[in-house]
């Protein structure tokens, strides 16, 4: 039986590579220096270089389940996502900052549900998310839609806690993007902080939340900033 990894890995070498040899040799020579942190969540469906048409060096990118960001301020624990903040910011200096996540997130609906008892660290990790759940116990589409979003203001407000992250937004030469991307319709919907919600791509002002402010300073949102029933249209 052939080994269909295998053969995908020589393919890129004869075929995909020899296209973009010089532009990998410029990112050896001169090194990377990406503008973006791209923090996404795990799932196979959300495809970043596809959504922002970017190409090789352009992208400093961290995955994780449910796109979380732990807590800055942590006594333990090895946290990749923590010090891949810490180096984009620090050491690569990006100017953005993008929180993605998308719509049918299995981390997001796990926070509606039991996780299997083996899945410790899976318990815990979802922990970064429980704040933005809602007080039902059967989530429709619409809870789950809300829940993604609220999910990514979540992480937002968190991230506002890495003090190279505060003090980079607070002197202008860092912007931080909230974005959720719906699968089915093949759009970002971005979060606006002046409009306090999301809104798609197509009807957005532009890509980022705006002149970043603590959400929880506008009267008409609940803590995570995503009001709990109107619609985002
Ligand atoms: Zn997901």
């Known amino acids: 039986m052939p080994d269909e990894l295998l053969e995908r890995l020589r393919r890129f070498q004869t075929d995909a590579f020899p296209l973009q040899r010089s532009l990998f040799r410029h990112l ?6 990406p503008l973006t942190l791209f923090i996404g969540c795990s799932g196979s469906r959300l495809v970043p270089y596809l959504l922002t048409g970017a190409g090789p060096g352009e992208l400093f990118l961290v995955r994780n389940v449910g796109a979380f960001i732990p807590p800055y301020d942590q006594s333990q624990g090895f946290h990749g ?5 810490e180096f984009a910011v620090l050491n690569l200096q990006v ?6 996540g998308h719509s049918h997130c299995g981390a997001i609906r796990a926070l509606y549900g039991e996780v299997p008892a083996a899945a410790q660290n899976l318990a815990r990790w979802l922990d970064l998310g429980r704040e933005a759940a809602l007080p039902v116990a059967e989530p429709g589409p619409e809870v789950l839609r809300r829940t993604e979003q609220r999910a990514i203001v979540l992480q937002l407000e968190r991230l506002m806690d890495y003090p190279m992250v505060r003090q980079q937004v607070d002197s202008g030469g860092l912007t931080l993007h909230g ?4 699968i089915e319709d093949g759009e970002i919907h971005v979060f606006d902080v002046n409009r306090g919600r999301f809104v798609p791509a197509a009807d957005a002002d532009n890509a980022g939340t705006g002149p970043y402010q603590r959400f929880t300073e506008a009267d008409d949102l609940d803590y995570s900033g995503v009001p709990l029933m109107s619609n985002d249209d």
């Open 28 to 33: 050896v020579d001169e090194g990377q220096h």
């Open 95 to 100: 100017k953005r900052i993008i929180v993605c």
């Open 179 to 182: 974005w959720h991307y719906v």
């Open 81 to 85: 996502t923590a010090a891949a903040i």
